[in-house]
C-alpha cells in the first residue's frame, strides 16, 4: 500500500543532544513537509521540499535541520539549539509539484527528559 | 497576512445529531480548501476539498460549502456519530502556484452519547 511513514512513533532525547525524525513516502510525490503541533494548537510548519536536493524554511526553522537526498525521505533533526523541542512531529507529502492537498504520516512525539 | 481562522474551539454535538463547523478565512486569492480530521495521537486525515469555482461538495456523510463572498467554509456532518469525535482543521491554498497549505487553529468536536 501506498503511504508515508514516520518513526520513531515515541522518541526521548535529552537536553542537549540532536535527534532525527524518519520520514519516508511512497506515492511517488515531489513536495515534502514538517510541521510541528502542540497540545491544543493548530499545525506550524518547520521546513518543505518541493524537488529533491532542494528545501525552504518553514515559519518556524530555528533549530532545525533537514535533508533531501531522495524523493522518498525527508528526515528532520531536532538540534540542541531548539530550545522547547517537546511537541507533536508531522510529516506530510503531496503530489503535483504541492498543487494539492496533503497526505499526513501518522506523527512522532519528542519528548525531552 | 494570511490566516485561515475558526469561530469555535469547541463544538459537543448529540450522537445522531448534524454537526456544522465553520471556518473563515482572510485571503481572498485562495482558490482551494480542504477539511482534515484529527484523531488524538494521530496524523490529520483528509475528509474533502473543494475549489473555489464550486459552493457546494458532498461526500459521504460528509458536505462542505463554500461561501465565497464572505470568505466562509463550513463541514458539515450527518447523524454524527461517536468515531467523529475529533479535531477538525480547515485549511486553505492558492491552487494557482505551489503555494504551502495554511491550517486554521482547529475546532474540538465532541460527541455526547
Known amino acids: 500500500d501506498g503511504g508515508i511513514t514516520q518513526s520513531p512513533k515515541y522518541l526521548f532525547r535529552k537536553e542537549g543532544q540532536n535527534v532525527t525524525l524518519s520520514c519516508e513516502q511512497n506515492l511517488n510525490h515531489d513536495a515534502m513537509y514538517w510541521y510541528r503541533q502542540d497540545p491544543g494548537q493548530g499545525l506550524r510548519l518547520i521546513y518543505y521540499?518541493?524537488?529533491?536536493?532542494?528545501?525552504q524554511k518553514g515559519d518556524i526553522a530555528e533549530g532545525y535541520s533537514v535533508s533531501r537526498e531522495k524523493k522518498e525521505s525527508f528526515p528532520l533533526t531536532v538540534t540542541s539549539a531548539q530550545k522547547n523541542p517537546t511537541a507533536f512531529y508531522l510529516c506530510?507529502?503531496?503530489?503535483?509539484?504541492?498543487?494539492?492537498?496533503?497526505?499526513f504520516g501518522s506523527g512522532t512525539r519528542l519528548t525531552v527528559v | 497576512g494570511e490566516s485561515v481562522g475558526l469561530h469555535l474551539p469547541t463544538l459537543s454535538v448529540q450522537e445522531g445529531d448534524n454537526s456544522i463547523i465553520n471556518c473563515a478565512y482572510s485571503?481572498?486569492?485562495?482558490?482551494?480548501f480542504i477539511w482534515y480530521k484529527q484523531e488524538s495521537g494521530k496524523g490529520p486525515q483528509f475528509i474533502i476539498d473543494i475549489r473555489s469555482n464550486m459552493d457546494k461538495r458532498q461526500g459521504q456523510r460528509v458536505t462542505v460549502l463554500l461561501n465565497k463572498t464572505v470568505k466562509h467554509l463550513s463541514l458539515q456532518i450527518a447523524a454524527t456519530q461517536p468515531g467523529d469525535s475529533a479535531v477538525y482543521f480547515c485549511?486553505?491554498?492558492?491552487?494557482?502556484?505551489?503555494?504551502?497549505?495554511?491550517f486554521g487553529s482547529g475546532t474540538r468536536l465532541s460527541i455526547r452519547p
Open positions: 485571503n481572498s486569492a485562495s482558490d482551494y
Open positions: 506530510a507529502s503531496s503530489g503535483d509539484r504541492g498543487l494539492d492537498g496533503y497526505t
Open positions: 485549511a486553505e491554498k492558492r491552487r494557482s502556484s505551489a503555494s504551502k497549505i495554511i
Open positions: 521540499s518541493q524537488i529533491v536536493n532542494d528545501f
